[in-house]
């Protein structure tokens, strides 16, 4: 595992079938979160796009639209950042080797900028579980202007 996945103990789980309109589940809980943090806006809409990303991958491309397939989404605030992990049931997938967004052969295509935005959104990012299980780290200082 990497640092960020390290002694983590997460405050609060949820998990739910993989159907996309359970996103709402994770919105309510980055909701909640920031509010109970104190999380500055600069950083929310970075951690509610990034987020709902990962879940978004975790039901379509990880475990298919498989209502009996699950996603878990857990968080832990540790020291000055908030640790956000999102797993679904699903074989993995090489996220060292994805197709460029921004290449100009992809710049159209409708997909395949998740992962993108993550590691442009986030901290940090680091994937587990070959892939199956993403962890995200976001600071909490506010953006200096």
């Given at each position: 595992m990497g640092a960020l996945t390290d002694d983590v103990q997460f405050t609060e789980r949820i998990d739910f079938p993989s159907q996309a309109e359970n996103i709402h589940l994770v919105e309510k809980l980055i909701d909640e979160v920031c509010a109970r943090s104190n999380v500055h806006e600069s950083h929310y809409g970075n951690i509610l796009i990034a987020l709902t990303e990962a879940v978004n991958n975790a039901i379509h491309h990880g475990n298919r639209q498989d209502p009996e397939r699950r996603v878990v989404v857990g968080y832990e605030v540790k020291?000055?950042?908030i640790i956000f992990m999102v797993g679904d049931e699903g074989p993995g997938f090489d996220h060292d080797h994805l197709p460029d967004p921004?290449?100009?052969?992809?710049i159209e295509k409708p997909h395949g900028r998740g992962v993108f935005l993550m590691r442009a959104l986030a901290d940090k990012v680091e994937f587990t579980d070959n892939g199956a299980t993403v962890v995200m780290s976001f600071g909490l200082a506010p953006v200096k202007e």
């Open positions: 020291d000055d950042a921004t290449d100009p052969e992809n």
